[in-house]
């Protein structure tokens, strides 16, 4: 007997919302794949740094998007890695400098519909989380589960600023919280698959929830669904 396709789970929400640490870790309780779709505009804004093309040059970004030698791995212990052909770049998709650029690229059509291509080949086969800024609008309109994680400006800029401070970054609120807002007008103004929630998505608001409840409260979502597909 065939065994039944495990779930596509597509869990979107603005930058700060937590939607990286929440999917990862969601991942792990239920044994899924966690794939970060911005860990794909992240490895092509690292290219462009490294080969020194501006985030304007349309051409080239495009290019680099289409021989994008990006895959992830998965531990035993459930850490997820970053791969460039053979070069681990988790840490280096992390850098503030890479993330800014990346916000910029991603903004460019040509570059989304490319990658939206090499996210959906990831999820073929079911069996993952994977999360972005619309993943359950554009790259999986037909997911199983479909969240949207949401959290005001003052909170998720909050957020960000604890971690830089505690990391020993010079930090100031107000820049992150200007640039917070930046971003999701951005993201929200975009032409292409600009960011919002799917009208049959699960609203899941973080403000004031501790990480441990909101990867708690998608994890019930995910055994909700799968016990009612037995």
Known sequence: MAMPRQPIIALDGPAGSGKSTVARLAAQRVGLQFISSGAMYR????????AGVAATDRSALIALTDDLPL????????????WLGDEDVTEALRQPGVAQIASIIAVIPEVRARLVRKQQE???????????????????????????LTAGAEERARRRWKEECARGELCSYAEILADVQARDQRDAEREASPLRAAPDAVLVDTDGRTVAQVVDAVVQLIRDHCQSEK
Request: proline content about 2%; charged content about 25%.
């Open 71 to 82: 895959r992830f791995t998965t531990a035993a212990d459930g850490d997820v890695r970053a």
């Open 122 to 148: 990831y999820g073929s086969r079911g069996g993952i989380i994977m999360e972005g800024r619309d993943i359950q609008t554009v790259v999986f309109p037909h997911a199983d589960i479909k969240i949207f």
């Open 43 to 50: 490895a092509v804004a690292l290219l462009a740094l490294r």
